[in-house]
């Protein structure tokens, strides 16, 4: 089992992702993600894009497959921490990736809370 790069933390009940775009590459992705995030106890995960500078295709279907495993497991999840470049490459893809996001860490974790309420 391959071991992240990306450090899991919690903040306000949340899982917080700082992605580290290399684990993207892992084998078992989704299972070593949740993996760690189960070891915090949370339902709610932000994942924290400001370590990657640059963003492909192939890293977007990883994310979006990330994001749909997580969602099948029962967890909300948020996106954040978007550049410019980032978010432009998202724009491109809009038809095909189907991620919320939200400006920074806080502004996710109130989304999540906002929503949870609602």
Known sequence: MAT???KVSQLRGVSV??????DL????????FCKEIDATGS?????????????VRADLEKLTAL??????????????GLNPYTAAVL?????EVSIDTELDVDHAI?????SSEH
Do not use: H, P, W
């Open 25 to 32: 590459n892992k084998e078992k992705l989704c299972y070593a």
């Open 17 to 22: 992702v700082d992605l580290c775009i290399e």
């Open 4 to 6: 992240l790069d990306s």
């Open 110 to 114: 109130e989304a999540l809370s906002y």
């Open 67 to 80: 994001n749909t495993g997580l969602k099948m497991m029962g967890r909300k999840v948020m996106f954040c």
């Open 91 to 95: 724009l491109t893809f809009d038809a």
């Open 43 to 55: 339902q709610q995960v932000v994942i924290d894009l400001t370590l990657v500078d640059v963003i």
